[in-house]
């Protein structure tokens, strides 16, 4: 069964999917979403070590040799990002349960569809990444796409349907966007695989159809990944979706378009083209700098904290596609790095969020008076969360703030090294205000406020210590991660 | 020759941007969905006129023809119509929430009515 | 539209010609145009079309939601479960020449068939399905 | 027990003290009991870790790699033994004082204090022991976040504004400046490790020694370089103990012991000598002295005029450093010694005032000192220390910062540390003075409450303020063992 | 295009299901007959009954408007359709057969096809095989839809929630 892991990484959620929507009360399909959510992240820990050991995995589905069938495949880049999303998946999955059955305004019979929904997002976001095809990547896309537009429409506030309404909206354009540079790559070339894309691509890539494939991929990708400018759906979608659901989309579905966005300059379009020829470090680099700044500036006026950490979502993708652009090995290991840490501190913040919003109702600053005392597990778990986003030294957030400086300073960027440090203490500022509301404000009279359930505790303290051990270990985040950089750089995969 | 041979992806460029225009500037909910529909389906022509060879017939194997036009397309635009499709119903689904939540469809209300209550 | 008789009769007509041609594309699908997608699609519009027809009591007596929630999964597991089959078989996933052990290619005609079938089932459900969803909300 | 493990050992004895701490939440006696035998046992193992250092001996111990190449490395060497020494003998008479203080006046969230001191020892504890520059800064930024909850400990609105400023400043200067300049050096020197003689020589030029001198001493805030002083006063509304942590022993000596670290081990004295990159930074600090003094003799308020003349005794150390001779170097050295003890000495007694009288304004302290004898008699001694007055500690390293001034040929910064001492004695024995010499006010009755009610402090007051000027005392007697074991920082 | 000016949103749909039927046939002209044959009955089909339902949930009627801020969306249109033509110039010409997107993948399929798969209609056995696992993305999402509305306004109605816990 070993050699067949590509394959059931992304068959055993999808088989679950459906079984999950035939059983007919939400707790057994609870388990059945949990059991194959934590099936896929041993698959994903074990690809990972075939990877780091034997080197990429090519797994050819059907049968059918490259370039016809659909080839999956897994080097040190995407097995990294498999493991994020997978174990991501797994804790955000065992922390679901109590919010869904008490906290949303779902009837009964439907829970199960709502783990089938998550299940069906999950398959889609670990789709994307496995594989190595470039039309299978826009299937994959829409199923996760699909999928968490249900999952955040399922939140309590009737402006979750906005929300996704105009999710669905604006990611159906980035989708299309994909689809069209994907069809105009497939015109120039023959193929969709893309490995051999890359092969044939330098033969043709002085046409303007390459040119045009290449922008609209980039702005496609762009959509899906929330960049700045593009970013406005996102603080909606993630500050109005149930709390899991926010956890889990924050901490995966940004960072699997951005790994998309990665493959295609990358591997794809190769770094020569994509640098050099279009000059696309020169786009991006402006728009993430604009983008963190606007962005955490953003952040610290909001009242809703879940908006907040949303448009702290916006500054770290900022952060990202910064060490994007600086096309090094620092840069792009930066960049990597963070995806995995930004996983697990968004992750972390929303889950202890919920939490908090499972006792008080609410996610608003005001309303988190005094929790501090009350819950004082939870709110520890989101200062450890927060201290991480600052990028405080011993947690997982420093690891790749270091190496974005180290990667501007070697490309003498001064004023970028100053300004990341700078928009840092912007992410102090905006912690800080729901630290100080927490647990120095005193708690409203009459109100009685317990310390949440462990079953939402354990997931939750589970992340968080997550970000402390990968703040001390980084063998795991900065070691893969620059691997994954050096093969990006070093051409094909 | 050169206009002749692009006269077709014109064709649908110019469909694919009345489509695109209707999603970004309708504040209609529902015509926004059908600006998407337009968008996609303009893209799909695309696809299947690149696959399209002078003389060929249906890729559909008998004996008499000997050119066929390219399969390959035609599978990926079968999943992507599916996937429009399936776009298009869960949209509506969302748009008849929002009518019962919000009592209209119209984009610039409903962002009125939030406004309203975030004060 | 209970009231209007020629509709009615029509439809009576029209009804089982449009779901044997679903069959027919459906299974047909090798030879000539069409497949389960396009199966299941014309088998949901007819289906919608009786509902249309005689009304969404009648319908669902006929095609009960539960039924349709099964189908819409079992589609999916039939699919899937064709390629875990090649998977035990020793092939790759969906690798349908192993399924018949002497000649791959019958071994592709079958896995095909069985994949059309289980595209068939879950698109006709999820047609039906969605139809119910929109209709039933309006009363 | 090997040196290597005594290291580990004493980072996490506070550790573990505060996680016992925190286990013992319903249980004060216990809690204060673990408080008092974690001090204690942290004092055993610095103290056992002193002759192998004073023997020449550098123990070094990697606790893990950090990020690839990065190992969290602590490593012992005189300055930092020195340091390790005051914050050790220090935090048992603190805890000593702190269960007096914080029981006589009924503090609430009293366990919280006591696990972020513990956490706050162990990151001083780390930051004396760092081995290179990143250990140095993770340990930098613990202490800041640890002593955050002790500041705002009060949870008011002022606390909060203060705490504010407090986390403001300190973190703000540390990520944007001191981050900035350790990456920096690390891009040109491609290490961080602490090396005598420095590491950057050679490897920076020209004007940007001066920039990077400039970030870090700016990027350790700590060390209340103005302008970036203003956290210190703020932060006077925490409670005495942690006032006295933060002024005597843990955070601002963490600042300008950094200081002294960067200079003497990360460029080096001979290299900032040649390349006179720090002439402005002397300049800088001898101004800190200047107007920081000035700006003490304003204040009204004891803690306030104590917080300003640490500000301006702070800059003591730095102006030994910037001097970038090995006089200065012992000399700044010297000081942190010194002033830990005088300064303590002084908040202790501004507590012990506090927590009987509830007086906070030197002009009601009129008479006190009658009343008080052991309370104001260790004030003078104090004050008399940091003031420089022989035979106190004191005295001692004034005198080398002197030698290290006239080393240098600095003349004009000689005269700066003369004025600035008559401004002490102007600030500081006016207060002893109040409380010996004048009367009390015949209105005390009406305001103060009964002045017959006015004792002396609890015994657990009295007891660490009168050790800690018997401290003061004994140091200017043993002050060249101290200079033995510093001397060999500056060789190379 | 009419659609975009009318108000009806009753015959937006209905322009919308004959476009697709229009190109429909366009896909036949196109040799795709089966896309045409599946965009016919979903495009013409299915999705306008969807459009009507969900219109008759809602309302038909668009509220007028008046033409301001058209001037940013035209822009963006103008721009993605400036991209989309610039990247067209070097299309291959249409038709030709000589273009690289028949003469790499496709052959073998066009070729092998019948032998390795032993059916005719090539597009089957390169959606069912070759990229059978498109096919099973797409069936999924196809469930997906099908649980999303389902999760929408599936199943047993409940009562219209109007601004239950707004804030």
Known sequence: MIAHLPALQVVIPLVSAPLCALLPAGRPAWLAAMTASWLAFLIAALLLYQVLAHGPISYLMGGWPVPWGIEYRVDALNAYMLLIVAAIGAIVASFGRTVVEQRLSLPVNKHPWFYTAYLLCLTGLLGITVTGDAFNVFVFLEISALSSYALISVGRDRRALVAAYQYLVMGTVGATFILIGIGLLYVMTGTLNMGDLAARLPAVSGTRTVRAAFAFLTVGTAIKLALFPLHLWLPNAYAYAPSPVAAFLAATATKVAIYVMLRFFFTVFGVQFSFETMQLDKILLPLSLVGIVSASLVAIFQTNVKRMLAYSSVAQIGYMMLGVSLVSVAGLTASISHLFNHALIKGSLFMALGCVSYRVGAARLERMAGVGRSMPWTMGAFVIGGLSLIGVPLTAGFVSKWYLIVGALEKGWWPVAVLVLATSLLAVVYIWRVVEVAYFKPAPEGLKVREAPLALLIPTWALALANLYFGLDTSLNAGVARLAAQGLLGGAP | MQILGHFNYWIFIILMMCGFYMVIASDNLIKKLVGLGIFQTSVFILYISMGKITGGTAPIVIDKAVVYSNPLPHVLILTAIVVGVATTSLGLALVVRIQEAYGTIEADEILAQDRDDSL | MKHYTIPRVVTKLLLPLILLFALYVQFHGDYGPGGGFQAGVIFGAGFILYALIYGLDKARRLMPPQVLRVGVSLGVLIYAGVGLLGLLLGGQYLDYNVLDSHDPAHGQHLGILLVELGVGITVSSVMVTIFYAFAGRGR | MTPESLIVLALSIPLLGALFIALNDRRPDWREGVTLLASLLLLGAVLSLLPVVAAGARPSVDLFEFVPGFPLRLTVEPLGMTFACVAALLWPLNSLYSIGYMRGNQESHQTRFYV????????????????????????????????????????????????????????????????????????????????????????????????????????????????????????????????????????????????????????????????????????????????????????????????????????????????????????????????????????????????????????????????????????????????????????????????????????????????????????????????????????????????????????????????????????????????????????? | MAAIRLRDLFAVVMLFGIYSFVSASLFVVLDAVDVAFTEASVGAGVSTVFMLGALALTTSKEKPKSARKTLLPLLAVTITGLALVYGTWDIPAYGDPANPIHHHVVQRFIEDSPREIGIPNIVTSVLASYRGYDTLGETTVVFTAAIGVLLLIGGARRPSSGRDNAG
């Open chain 4, 116 to 492: 972020c001191f513990a956490v706050a020892i162990a990151g001083t504890v780390g930051i004396a022991f760092a081995g290179n520059l990143l250990t140095l800064f993770i340990f930098y930024e613990a202490l800041t976040l640890s002593t955050y909850p002790l500041v705002t400990h009060k949870g008011t609105e002022d606390a909060m504004r203060a705490g504010r400023l407090y986390l403001g400043i300190l973190i703000g200067t540390s990520i944007g400046f001191l981050l900035l300049a350790i990456v920096w050096t690390w891009a040109v020197a491609g290490t961080l490790e602490f090396a005598p003689g420095g590491i950057l020589a050679g490897k920076v030029e020209g004007p940007l020694v001066s920039v990077l001198l400039a970030l870090y001493m700016f990027g350790i805030g700590k060390a209340a370089l103005m302008p970036f002083h203003r956290w210190l006063p703020a932060a006077m509304v925490a409670p005495t103990p942690v006032s006295a942590l933060l002024h005597a022993v843990a955070v601002v000596k963490a600042g300008v012991f950094s200081v002294l670290k960067v200079i003497v081990y990360v460029f080096g004295i001979d290299f900032l000598r040649d390349t006179g990159a720090s002439v402005w930074l002397m300049w800088a600090a001898a101004l800190t002295v200047l107007l920081a003094s000035f700006v003490a003799l304003t204040q009204d308020n004891l803690k306030a005029r104590l917080a300003y003349s640490t500000v301006s005794q702070l800059g003591y150390v730095v102006l030994g450093a910037a001097l970038a001779t090995s006089m200065g170097v012992i000399g700044g050295s010297m000081q942190i010694v010194m002033h830990a003890l005088g300064k303590i000495t002084l908040f202790f007694c501004a507590g012990a005032i506090y927590t009987v009288t509830h007086k906070t304004e030197i002009n009601q302290l009129d008479g006190l000192g009658r009343v008080m004898p052991f309370t104001f008699g260790a004030f003078l001694i104090g004050a008399l220390s940091i003031i420089g007055l022989p035979p106190l500690g004191g005295s001692w390293s004034k005198w080398y910062l002197l030698a290290g001034a006239a080393d240098a040929g600095q003349w004009a910064l000689m005269g700066v540390l003369l004025l600035s001492s008559l401004l002490n004695v102007a600030y500081l024995l006016p207060v002893a003075a109040r409380g010996f010499f004048v009367a009390a006010p015949s209105d005390a009755l009406a305001v103060g409450g009964p002045p017959l009610a006015v004792r002396e402090a609890p015994l657990a007051c009295v007891i660490p303020l009168c050790l800690t000027a018997f401290g003061c005392l004994l140091l200017f007697f043993h002050a060249d063992s101290l200079y033995a074991l510093l001397a060999p920082i500056t060789d190379r």
